[in-house]
């Protein structure tokens, strides 16, 4: 490029030439070195990107000509005329036509056939890189199961491979390890964080004859439980699975240039043999008219699609990078502006994935003495709200209660005396048992729930003396996310595994207009599956590892950048921020970039027209 432009840069920018340049590529007296320089050097390019114009002839013979038939031929025609240049200069200067030499050193394409080629592998290349992660995010998958399992065989504990448990074996697990495959409560009492598998953030409290799921874990109790699913038939063997075949089963989407191009090239081989032939009839020379074809094939053709398709894909991943939107390939970025379908994951996605207090209730006595009594009562307790009362109460500064003859119900409430006075957190269930009337507190109990908060009572000795409310809150944005997806005529479909009652409060808090409730973990790929049979183009966007075989599934995966890897890995782009609006501008984006693309098309057929005149 420098060799053939250099004269260029120093007209219209001043750059210096050095004078061993000038000497020896510059004037018609050099125009022979000046032109067979630059064949010598686009040589080694065209080696290295052969399978160009391996693919691309092939294609173009068996009549399905694509976007490497158009570089093929628009760096074919480039070399092919540069060497007839070459030939025709140095005719020139043996005859001393200085006028052939001078018209021909400056019409010379070798440094166009290069530059097409190397911008074009640079492009495909930069969008390689962020492909090929199915395999990464099974490997993780694959690497949350435990390796080892502990069983009770004839009364001994014994280690064995996770490989040899059988159906009925008896494993035991102890607090802080995950659960190695699926089974039955047999022995204990405990809180589960699921979160791994249903990207629910609260723990799941479990008794005997409650079922357990591989890859979670264990928070704080000792449990035995006799093994019901293993080696492939477990909840995390069949997720990894889903993953492998939704990845493999998406169909490769269609570049927009290979579209167009099965027209495009035959169009553009067409106009440059019927300008050429019109020139000849005009009475033109053989030469000025192959020269008219030639320029057409080299004009239109790299420049059309060559460049301007993968250049605008390049620019828009860099745009959506500006802005925190990770966009892993091309595709993704022409997939997501024909999206008509987005379906949303709850937990984490739409909400902060963790739960906060909402509502302080206090009755016949201030917020801060209750937020005291609740923090030293919780403070002791293994209840999966504890934590959010906990740091609830640090936030406001309170100081907690000290309580003596501390006591825990399992699944159902504490209690601790303090100043002689017995006092009691819980649900309803177990103020009933200790004979404490919280019928007067019902419907706002109620109205709670009907809100997607769960509800803690608080009482001392036998009167209530105020209620929390806890609850996963919706993002800041989440509601303006969906409002805007809906003002582009975009149906918005909630997913979770949630309860039906906290999906629905949630979906019309935010005027969701579909939500799918209380969908296992392994079902939610099949929801995305269900859409694209009905003829939707799908994006799904989620955070958990149950999420990862719907955002493969998915015709446009999309993943929170909090989530997990195994998401991330899973998804086409991912959203840094967290932030619900950002794949809202990942859809304009895209619809930006594909109308540059359509725009750049127009004024290649315009440059085609113009150089055919």
């Known amino acids: 490029m420098y060799i053939a432009m250099h004269h260029m840069f120093f007209e219209w920018f001043g750059l210096p030439v050095p004078t061993w340049i000038a000497g020896i590529f510059h004037g018609p007296e050099n125009a022979l070195t000046f032109s067979f320089a630059q064949f010598l050097l686009v040589l080694p390019i065209l080696y290295l990107n052969r399978k160009y114009f391996q693919n691309g002839f092939r294609n173009l013979f068996q009549g399905f000509p694509n976007m490497d038939s158009l570089v093929a031929i628009g760096a074919g025609a480039s070399v092919v005329f540069g060497i007839f240049s070459i030939f025709r200069i140095g005719w020139g200067l043996g005859h001393e036509n200085w006028n052939l030499v001078i018209n021909y050193s400056s019409n010379l394409y070798f440094e166009s056939a290069g530059m097409i080629i190397t911008l074009i592998t640079l492009g495909k290349f930069l969008e390689s890189k962020s492909k090929g992660k199915t395999s990464e995010a099974i ?14 065989k004839n009364n001994q504990e014994i280690i064995i491979p996770i490989d040899s448990l059988k159906v009925g074996d008896e494993v035991i697990v102890r607090p802080g390890e995950s659960i190695p495959v699926d089974g039955i409560i047999s022995t204990g009492n405990t809180s589960i964080d699921e979160s791994a598998i249903t990207g629910e953030s609260i723990p799941v409290e479990k008794q005997i004859g409650d079922t357990v799921i591989s890859a979670t874990l264990n928070k704080n109790g000792s449990i035995h439980f006799i093994a019901q699913k293993v080696g492939a038939d477990t909840t995390i063997n069949q997720i990894i699975q889903l993953v492998d075949e939704a990845s493999s089963s998406k169909a490769p989407i269609a570049k927009l240039a290979d579209k167009i191009s099965g027209i495009f090239v035959p169009v553009v081989i067409t106009i440059a043999i019927i300008v050429t032939c019109i020139w000849l009839f005009m009475g033109s020379s053989i030469e000025f008219a192959f020269s008219i074809g030639i320029a057409i094939l080299v004009i239109s053709c790299p420049c059309a699609l060559g460049l ?6 390049m620019v828009g991943t860099g745009k959506g990078a500006e802005n925190g939107i990770l966009i892993k390939s091309g595709e ?9 379908t987005v379906v949303i994951d ?3 996605t739409i909400t902060e994935g ?19 009594i609740a923090a030293g009562l919780e403070k002791n307790s293994e209840h999966p709200l504890a934590e959010a009362i906990i740091k609830y109460t640090d936030s406001q500064n309170i100081i907690p209660y000290i309580f003596d003859n501390f006591k825990a119900s399992f699944g159902q409430g504490v209690q601790g005396i303090y100043n002689n006075n017995i006092y009691y957190a819980g649900n309803t269930s177990f103020m009933e048992k200790q004979g404490i009337n919280s019928s007067f507190v ?17 009482a001392c000795e036998k009167n209530i003396i105020g209620i929390l409310a806890v609850a996963d809150i919706e993002k800041p944005t989440s509601a303006r996310a969906i409002s805007l997806f809906k003002k582009m005529n975009i149906s918005v479909v909630m997913l979770t595994g949630d309860n039906k009652r906290t999906a629905e409060a949630l979906r019309k808090r935010l005027q969701i207009p579909q939500v799918i409730a209380e969908v296992l973990p392994q079902d939610k790929e099949k ?6 049979s009905q003829g939707h183009k799908v994006a799904m966007i989620g955070d958990g590892i149950n999420d990862a075989p719907a955002l493969a599934r998915a015709n446009l995966g999309i993943a929170i950048g909090a989530g997990t890897d195994i998401a991330i890995d899973s998804a086409d782009a991912v959203l840094m921020r967290n932030d619900l609006l950002d794949a809202v501008t990942t859809v304009r984006l895209s619809k930006a970039v594909i109308k540059n693309i359509k725009e750049n098309l127009f004024w290649a057929f315009f440059i085609i027209l113009s150089v055919s005149l």
């Open 139 to 152: 490997e993780k998958l694959i690497n949350i199961v435990p390796k080892q399992a502990t069983i009770l």
């Open 308 to 313: 301007a398709t993968p250049v605008a894909i």
């Open 332 to 340: 993704a970025l022409e997939t997501a502006h024909t999206i008509d």
């Open 346 to 348: 709850k937990t984490g």
């Open 354 to 372: 963790h739960p906060v207090v909402t509502n302080c209730l206090p009755i016949n006595m201030d917020s801060k003495t209750l937020l005291a």
């Open 442 to 458: 019902s419907s706002k109990l109620n109205q709670l729930a009907d809100e997607g908060k769960t509800p803690l009572l608080f």
């Open 527 to 532: 929801q995305i599956a269900i859409l694209q």
